[in-house]
């Protein structure tokens, strides 16, 4: 079966930096897109970044554009997102998700916590 396994999160001071990892099992990973959602405490939950199976445009909402990078190793079957000049409005449990068979599958989350 699917399994998306994040990990990475944590507590960090306004400014810093923390990469989130998923490891996925259960499907032909370097076959599917995959992406990173994130939902803060009274907020729906919101798309960071997605990322194609090969080639193709790698996506980002508005408010982590040119701070955070979404990248993958096919080998390896992991999806990362790297989080640079975190904000306190960052702050929320992120994601890992992948849309397969008319399907959404979710990991568990993994907290970021960003403030002083």
């Known amino acids: 079966q699917v399994q998306l396994v994040e990990s990475g999160g944590g507590l960090v001071q306004p400014g810093g930096s923390l990469r989130l990892s998923c490891a996925a099992s259960g499907f032909t990973f370097s076959s599917y897109a995959m992406s990173w959602y994130r939902q803060a405490p009274g907020k729906e939950r919101e798309l960071v970044a997605s990322i194609p199976s090969t080639g193709g445009s790698i996506n980002y909402a508005d408010s982590v554009r040119g701070r955070f990078t979404i990248s993958r190793d096919n080998a390896k079957n992991m999806v990362y997102l790297q989080t640079n000049s975190l904000k306190p409005e960052d702050t929320a449990v992120y994601y890992c998700?992948?849309?397969?068979?008319?399907?959404?599958?979710w990991g568990q989350g993994t907290q970021v916590t960003v403030s002083s």
């Open positions: 998700n992948v849309h397969r068979a008319f399907r959404e599958y």
